[in-house]
C-alpha cells in the first residue's frame, strides 16, 4: 500500500461545521476558526474546501494516519487571501507522533516563502526556507512535500510548489516517535491575515509499488453512490429520520427534555385526539426504569393525565398508553400495554389515537413497510384531567423547579412530534411518514426540528424549554438509521445488511371450533367456547377477529388475562402477532436470522391456516450489495487511485464486520480491509492504489464502477 487517504471535502454535507469530519477519520478540531466552505474564490476542485480563519488562537484539524511511518509523501492545494502578517502565522502542514508531539511544522513566510520548523511547536525554530518567494496570495497553488525521519541524523525533505522542486534539505534531525497523524493547514496565533484554505489533500507512503513518490498536481474527486445494483438480503425498510434536524437527549449523566407550560391545547378531555412522534433509543431501557416518551404527568400534587412512555423489563416491558381522571395514583387506567423491547439505534414511529371511544396504538415494528396497529382497539371515554403539569417531550415531571424525574427521560433522539387536538388522525395503519409532518386547524404543536431549534410550527407557536442541555441538531451528529435508496455521502441515511427475521401469516374464514389449537414456535393455543383459566388457553369471542385478536393478546402478553387468555399464560418468547386489516394476522420471529425459519406454524383449525408449516425469509448473512456511481468530471485522463467511505454499525451483540471492495467491469479490483462492527456507527475508509500492471484506471473503468459492500457474521 501506498495512498495512505485523500480528502476532497466535499463528502461531509453543507458545512460550515466541520462536525461531520469529527465523527470520522479526523480525530479534532483545534480552536473555533476550521470550517468547510465554498469560498467565494471557488474551491479548487468540487464544492467544498477547509478553511482556517485567522485569529488569536491556534486553529488547525488533526487526522491519524492509516499506518504509521517514517516515509511520507503528502499533497494538497492551498490559497491564502493575504500573506501572513507575522512569522509562523500561517502553516501549511504539520507532523505529529501517535502521542501528539508534533515534530515538524511547514510555515509560510511574510513575504511568501516556505519554512521548515523542526521541534515541538509550530512557532520553533526555522531549520530552512526557500531562497525567494514561492507562493502568492489571491490564487490557488500546488504543494507537495515528501519527508523522511529516522532515529538519527539522516533525515530529509523535499518541497515542490506547482511542480517546481523549492526545497532539498538532508541529514536532518527530527525528533519524536515515528508520524502518525497531520496537522491540516493551521493559523498560530495570527491576526489580521485573513483566511487559508486547503483543498485536495492526498496522502501517500512509500511502501507500495503506486503512487510511492511525488507525482505532481493530483484532484480529488468526489463521486456518489446513484444507483443500487444487487441488494438480495439487504433489508428495504423505511423508518429513519425525517427531514434534516432532530432533538438529540444523548447524556446518560442527565435526563433531558424540552418542556412546555401548561396549556388548554394539550388538554384532550374526552374529545379526539393524536399525539405521534419518531424516537430512536441510544439503549434498552433500565429494568427497573419508566421512560415517558410524551406526556402531561405531574405526580406530585396528583397533576397526572395523560402519559406515552416505555417500561423496562423489571416493570412491565412494555409500550404503554396511561390516563387519569381525577389526577390521582389510584385513578390511573393503562389504555394500552404493548410488550416491547427497542432495538437500540433504531427510528420507530409512534402514535397514539382516540376517535369517539375507540382508542389505538400505532408503532412501526422494524420488520414492517408501515406504521402497524399494535394491540387491540380499546375502549377509552374517560375524561382526562384538567390539571397544571408541563408538556414533556421525554421524562415526566417531578416539580417546577426540578422537572425531570431522574431515570425517567428517554436517552436517544426525537424527530417529527406532533399533537392533535379535536381530531383522530390515525384509524388504520398507515405509512411511515416520509416527509415533515404539516400543520392542519387541529394541530397543537409541531416540532420538526429541521430549522434546528425547538420551535413550534402550530400557529400557537409555543416556546418550549430545552433542559439540562437538550439539543437540536442536524442528523450528521446523530446518525439516522437506514435507506436502500441511492445513497449520498453527505447524508445520513443506511443501507441496511441485517439478519432478517422470519415472518408467517394466520388467516380464518371463520371462527375456530372449540378445542382446536394454533402453534406458533414452541408454543401452543388452545381455543375454547368457555374460558378455562388456564396457561394458553384463548377464549373463542363473538366473531372471528374478536378471537384473532384475544389469540393476539395472548401470544404478546397483552390486556386480558383471566378474561380472554388464560392468566398463566407467558410471554411467546420465540415471535410476536401484530394484527393486519381482515381476518388474518402477521408473525414475527423475535430472534432475527435464518433460525426463525424452523419456527413452527402450525394449526388444527377447520376455519383458517398459516401461510406455512414455518415462519419464513429469515436470513442470516445478506449477500453483497452493490453500488453504481457517478461519472468522474470530463476533463479527467487517469485516476491514481481510489478511496471508498462508509458509515457503519450494528445493531445486535453478536460478531458482524463489513468489507468494503472496489468493482470495476473486470471483476474486483481490490479489497479493503473486513472490519469488526460495534453497535455505534463509525466511519470507515479504504483507499486502493491502481493495478500497477494496468498504469492507471481509465475514467471509462470508474464511470463503470460499483462500490460492493459485504457484511459477514
Known amino acids: 500500500m501506498a495512498l495512505q487517504w485523500m480528502d476532497g471535502f466535499d463528502h461531509y454535507g453543507p458545512g460550515p461545521s466541520v462536525a461531520p469530519m469529527l465523527d470520522g477519520a479526523w480525530a479534532q478540531e483545534v480552536g473555533a476558526g476550521v470550517d468547510l466552505v465554498a469560498p467565494g474564490v471557488g474551491a479548487r476542485t468540487g464544492e467544498m474546501c477547509l478553511r482556517v480563519q485567522s485569529g488569536s488562537n491556534d486553529n488547525y484539524m488533526r487526522r491519524v494516519l492509516t499506518t504509521a511511518t517514517d516515509n511520507l509523501i503528502v499533497g494538497f492545494g492551498t490559497y491564502m487571501d493575504s500573506l501572513p502578517s507575522g512569522n509562523a502565522d500561517f502553516y501549511l502542514m504539520g507532523f505529529l507522533s501517535g502521542t501528539n508531539a ?16 523542526i521541534g515541538t511547536s509550530p512557532n520553533s525554530a526555522i531549520e530552512a526556507v526557500t531562497t525567494g518567494p514561492v507562493l502568492v496570495a489571491g490564487s490557488w497553488q500546488h504543494v507537495e512535500m515528501e519527508i523522511f525521519r529516522d532515529a538519527g541524523s539522516s533525515g530529509t525533505f523535499v518541497c515542490n510548489v506547482d511542480g517546481v522542486e523549492v526545497l532539498n534539505l538532508s541529514g536532518l534531525t527530527f525528533g519524536g516517535d515515528t508520524i502518525a497523524q497531520l496537522r491540516s493547514a493551521g493559523v498560530y496565533f495570527g491576526t489580521g491575515s485573513g483566511s487559508h484554505y486547503q483543498d485536495d489533500l492526498i496522502v501517500k507512503d512509500t511502501s507500495g509499488t503506486a503512487n510511492n513518490a511525488i507525482q505532481g498536481d493530483l484532484r480529488v474527486a468526489t463521486l456518489n453512490p446513484i444507483a443500487n445494483g444487487v441488494n438480495q438480503g439487504w433489508a428495504t425498510g423505511s423508518i429513519q429520520h425525517i427531514g434534516t434536524g432532530v432533538m438529540d437527549l444523548i447524556d446518560t449523566t442527565t435526563d433531558k427534555a424540552i418542556t412546555y407550560a401548561d ?29 415517558g416518551i410524551l406526556s402531561k404527568w405531574l405526580a406530585l400534587g396528583d397533576q397526572r393525565s395523560w402519559r406515552l412512555g416505555i417500561n423496562g423489563a423489571s416493570v412491565g416491558g412494555d409500550l404503554f398508553f396511561e390516563t387519569c381522571e381525577d389526577g390521582t395514583n389510584g385513578d390511573v387506567v393503562k389504555v394500552h400495554s404493548y410488550a416491547f423491547v427497542p432495538i437500540v439505534n433504531r427510528w420507530y414511529y409512534i402514535a397514539v389515537s382516540r376517535d369517539g371511544t375507540d382508542s389505538r396504538m400505532f408503532l412501526s415494528e422494524p420488520t414492517l413497510g408501515q406504521v402497524e396497529q399494535v394491540g387491540t382497539t380499546q375502549t377509552d371515554s374517560r375524561t382526562y384531567y384538567d390539571g397544571t403539569a408541563l408538556l414533556l417531550v421525554s421524562g415526566s415531571e417531578e416539580t417546577g423547579s426540578t422537572p425531570i424525574i431522574d431515570g425517567t427521560a428517554v436517552t436517544g433522539w426525537f424527530d417529527a412530534v406532533r399533537l392533535t387536538k379535536g381530531a383522530a388522525l390515525y384509524t388504520a395503519n398507515f405509512p411511515t411518514p416520509t416527509d415533515p409532518l404539516t400543520v392542519d386547524a387541529n394541530t397543537s404543536l409541531l416540532l420538526n426540528f429541521d430549522d434546528l431549534s425547538n420551535t413550534d410550527e402550530s400557529t400557537n407557536a409555543f416556546v418550549g424549554t430545552l433542559r439540562n442541555s437538550a439539543a437540536v441538531i442536524f442528523p450528521a451528529d446523530s446518525v439516522a438509521y437506514q435507506t436502500i435508496q441511492s445513497l449520498d455521502p453527505d447524508d445520513n441515511d443506511f443501507v441496511e445488511a441485517e439478519l432478517v427475521a422470519a415472518t408467517g401469516t394466520l388467516t380464518l374464514t371463520d371462527q375456530p371450533l372449540d378445542t382446536e389449537t394454533v402453534t406458533l414456535g414452541s408454543f401452543t393455543y388452545t381455543f375454547q367456547t368457555v374460558l378455562v383459566d388456564a396457561a394458553f388457553n384463548v377464549l373463542i369471542g363473538a366473531d372471528a377477529e374478536e378471537s384473532l ?6 401470544v404478546n402478553l397483552e390486556a386480558g388475562a383471566g378474561t380472554t387468555y388464560g392468566t398463566a399464560t407467558t410471554l411467546n418468547t420465540d415471535a410476536f402477532l401484530t394484527d393486519l386489516t381482515g381476518l388474518q394476522v402477521f408473525a414475527t420471529a ?13 394449526e388444527t383449525l377447520t376455519n383458517g ?36 467511505i462508509s458509515r457503519s454499525f450494528k445493531t445486535d451483540n453478536g460478531s458482524s464486520s463489513l468489507q468494503m471492495s472496489f468493482v470495476t467491469d473486470g471483476g474486483v479490483s481490490d479489497q479493503g480491509t473486513d472490519r469488526p462492527m460495534g453497535l455505534s456507527p463509525v466511519y470507515y475508509e479504504d483507499t486502493f492504489d491502481l493495478n500497477p500492471a494496468a498504469g492507471s484506471w481509465t475514467p471509462t473503468d470508474i464511470v463503470g464502477s460499483r462500490i460492493r459492500l459485504d457484511r459477514t457474521l
Open 263 to 291: 396549556d388548554a391545547e394539550f388538554e384532550f378531555g374526552a374529545g379526539d385526539f393524536t399525539i405521534e412522534c419518531a424516537v430512536r433509543f441510544n439503549e434498552t431501557v433500565p429494568d427497573d426504569d419508566t421512560w
Open 102 to 117: 508534533l515534530m515538524a511544522t511547514v510555515s509560510v513566510g511574510t513575504t511568501g516563502t516556505i519554512e521548515l520548523r
Open 609 to 644: 391456516s398459516w401461510s406455512a408449516g414455518t415462519l419464513l425469509g429469515g436470513l442470516d448473512i445478506p449477500t453483497n450489495s452493490e453500488f453504481t456511481v457517478s461519472a468522474l468530471p470530463p476533463e479527467v485522463t487517469g485516476v491514481r487511485g481510489v478511496s471508498v
Open 549 to 554: 385478536d384475544n389469540l393476539l393478546a395472548a
Open 590 to 602: 423475535r430472534a432475527a436470522g435464518a433460525a426463525g425459519n424452523s419456527l413452527a406454524s402450525t
